[in-house]
């Protein structure tokens, strides 16, 4: 029988909170996983180390989102050094691009950036996302937008990245992919499963006929709405989906 705490098996090497932490982030990449949000070896969920401003949690390069454990994870600081000791190497493209987010916001503790087929569709279109559905209107207004540059992410690059983004929660890379941080790891996963729900939905929408494109003060509103409340987005849903995933493949907490 399954342990109903997830956190529950820590190794004496970790202390409580960075296990919880770890728990948190490997359960992130299992349930990206099992979404097929993965693209090979290439895109990151990283999350920032309990108690330190200057290191994160990250997948080791050469793993998929699937055989990420809890203790699998490797600890990179803000100048791309892995410091677990164990020679391990984390993908540059991926430092360059979660190092700058983890840098420039405090409130950034877990940032996730995929390369899925309908975030790259939508990051595609000119006219970006659209608020064809409630998905879509949580990000009315509040969405950043980077224009590609190339495989390198220079220091220019990055500042200029994260100008961009600011404070919003969600960015569309163009003709790249999609970006979401969050105070939690529950709020980024959250934040992703619905932009990527609100991509695939466009995509669908467009594929069938004419648009129907709600007026802008609905969207507002919607908008307004889906944001009311200043705590964390997730907090409900990810203990439902750590059950889940405590169902189906228990190894992420290892």
Request: with cysteine; proline share 5%.
């Amino acid at each position: 029988m399954l342990h109903a705490d997830p956190y529950a098996h820590r190794p004496p090497q970790f202390g409580a909170e960075e296990w919880r932490a770890r728990v948190d982030l490997a359960a992130c990449y299992r349930l990206a996983a099992q979404r097929g949000w993965g693209d090979l070896i290439y895109t990151h969920i990283s999350l920032r180390l309990p108690g330190h401003d200057d290191a994160f949690l990250i997948n080791p390069f050469g793993a998929t989102f699937d055989e990420i454990s809890a203790s699998s994870l490797l600890t990179i600081d803000f100048n791309g050094r892995v410091t677990d000791g164990t020679g391990r190497i984390a993908n540059p493209s991926g430092f360059a691009i979660h190092g700058a987010v983890h840098r420039a916001r405090a409130d950034a503790h877990c940032v996730i950036h995929l390369h899925t087929d309908a975030g790259i569709a939508v990051s595609a279109l000119a006219d970006g996302l659209l608020p064809l559905s409630q998905h879509a209107m949580r990000f009315w207004r509040d969405i950043a937008y980077h224009d590609y540059q190339g495989l390198a992410f220079a220091a220019d690059e990055q500042a200029q990245f994260v100008t961009e983004l600011g404070k919003r929660r969600a960015m569309i890379l163009h003709n790249h992919g999609t970006l979401t941080c969050g105070r939690t790891v529950a709020e980024a996963f959250v934040l992703m499963d619905t932009l990527e729900k609100a991509c695939r939905t466009q995509l669908l929408a467009m594929a069938a006929g004419t648009l129907h494109i709600p007026p802008a003060e609905v969207a507002d509103r919607t908008h307004a709405q889906l944001t009311a409340d200043p705590e964390p987005e997730g907090a409900l849903e990810w203990p439902a989906l750590l059950r889940g995933l405590l169902r189906l493949d228990p190894a992420f907490a290892r």
